[in-house]
């Protein structure tokens, strides 16, 4: 992600009429932003529709952006509420893959799986990445929403708290709680195949 003083930079330079910095803060977040979109929305579809709509609204905001929180922050926020729009108005939603891999970042299942090569190989990987969706799966998603904005948007438990507006403790505790869950179904699977 960027750092804050570029990012700023950027704003002010948009706000003076070069609307080519608003390119330049598109181009640096479109990576995460979009990441966080399908990992939420489940459908590729809904995150370009969210994608494009959350841009829309930060377009159409930056002049009355106020500076005082990182860009990053203030973008997923805005990213926050639209997917929570989203899904009040009754989307249609799949399911997610663990597997899928976004922005050249590694997928959950690859990061959780072993890295040993074993006499297996893709039939052990394969068990083990259906493992970890289903425990995952089994996250509320709240647990999943705080799981997704750290593991794969990079972003602070503060950050996460000022975007889902929720205290900092229960951000801290919804991924605790999330990780505390996973482990546990992660070894009661183990436990059973041993």
């Known amino acids: 992600m960027a750092d804050k003083a570029d990012d700023a930079e950027l704003v ?3 706000k003076n009429g070069v609307t080519g910095a608003f390119d330049g803060l598109v181009s640096k977040y479109k990576g995460p ?18 994608f494009q709509e959350v841009f829309i609204k930060v377009f159409r905001k930056l002049s009355s952006y106020g500076e005082r929180e990182k860009f990053s922050a203030w973008l997923f926020t805005v990213a926050h509420h639209a997917v929570m729009d ?38 052990e990987r394969a068990e083990r990445a259906g493992t970890v969706q289903a425990a995952f799966d089994r996250l509320s998603p709240e647990q999943r929403e705080v799981f997704i904005l750290r593991h794969y948007s990079g972003l602070s438990f503060k950050e996460i708290a000022g975007i889902t507006g929720v205290p900092i403790g229960t951000v801290l505790a919804r991924m605790s709680r999330g990780l505390a869950k996973m482990r546990g179904e992660l070894a009661e699977r183990l436990k059973d195949e041993g």
């Open 33 to 50: 932003l979009y990441a966080y979109l399908l990992r939420i929305s489940h459908d590729r579809d809904s995150a370009d529709e969210l």
């Open 12 to 14: 002010k330079a948009f």
């Open 86 to 123: 989203h899904f009040r108005a009754g989307a249609r939603r799949r399911e997610d893959s663990l597997d899928l891999s976004v922005d050249g970042r590694p997928s959950l299942g690859d990061t959780l799986a072993s890295a040993e090569p074993g006499p297996e190989g893709i039939l």
